[in-house]
Antibody
Framework: QVTLRESGPALVKPTQTLTLTCTFSGFSLTSAGMCVTWIRQPPGKALEWLGY???????HYTPSLKTRLSISKGSSENQVVLTMTNMDHVDTATYYC????????????WGQGTLVTVSS | QSALTQPPSASGSPGQSVTISCTGT?????????VSWYQQHPGKAPKLIISEVNKRPSGVPDRFSGSKSGNTASLTVSGLQAEDEAEYFCVSSTGSNRRPFVFGSGTNVTVL
């Protein structure tokens, strides 16, 4: 059974750095084609793709956030970490991690999401 | 970042059918058969119910079906049941690593 779960702070201050961890089970990120992606949804708005890391440790980011965003493998082989610098009120959103296979671009499993509020 | 357009709400009585549209462009929905649909209950993780336009993952009831015509994909829920009341959203691949996925705006389905 494949599961993913996001963890991290619920509240961050403007200009601070956000660090979220995606802990997953039921698959290996080193398997060919496997990717973990981050997606967010501001309150009342549509989902937005942020970036992904693939089985070969390549990273891809949405151009608008490329200078602030970093996705990496965590200290455990079943973790992926998202880091976003210089947080602003507009970054308030529910952040999801999810899995997809590069061969079919089907996001087949999502985490439950974690709400991050940016406020002083 | 533009999203795929979905109606904000849809409804039907138990046993009826409801169809939700997902309109994109010739660069996403119209170009690729990588359209997926997800069901999300409040506070829960989204669940994949349709992939590649019309494929149902194992365990998804055949009451859920998908189709596509041009730049518009559709999800039909037949024989509505109370547990089908949820948010539904579509996702399309774009074939680009710069933005591999574009998302629908979501449709809240109410079972009357």
């Amino acid at each position: 059974q494949v599961t993913l779960r996001e963890s991290g702070p619920a509240l961050v201050k403007p200009t601070q750095t956000l660090t979220l961890t995606c802990t997953f089970s039921g698959f290996s990120l080193t398997s060919a084609g496997m990717c973990v992606t981050w997606i967010r949804q501001p309150p009342g708005k549509a989902l937005e793709w942020l970036g992904y890391i693939d089985w070969d440790d390549a990273k891809h980011y949405t151009p608008s956030l490329k200078t602030r965003l970093s996705i990496s493998k965590g200290s455990s082989e079943n973790q992926v970490v998202l880091t976003m610098t210089n947080m602003d009120h507009v970054d308030t959103a529910t952040y999801y991690c999810a899995r997809f296979d590069y061969s079919d671009y089907v996001i087949d499993q999502w985490g439950q999401g974690t709400l991050v509020t940016v406020s002083s | 970042q533009s999203a795929l357009t979905q109606p904000p709400s849809a409804s039907g009585s138990p046993g009826q059918s409801v169809t939700i549209s997902c309109t994109g462009t010739s660069s996403d929905v119209g170009q690729y058969n990588f359209v997926s649909w997800y069901q999300q209950h409040p506070g829960k993780a989204p669940k994949l119910i349709i992939s590649e336009v019309n494929k149902r993952p194992s365990g998804v009831p055949d009451r859920f079906s998908g189709s596509k015509s041009g730049n518009t994909a559709s999800l039909t829920v037949s024989g509505l049941q109370a547990e089908d009341e949820a948010e539904y959203f579509c996702v399309s691949s774009t074939g680009s690593n710069r933005r591999p996925f574009v998302f629908g705006s979501g449709t809240n389905v109410t079972v009357l």
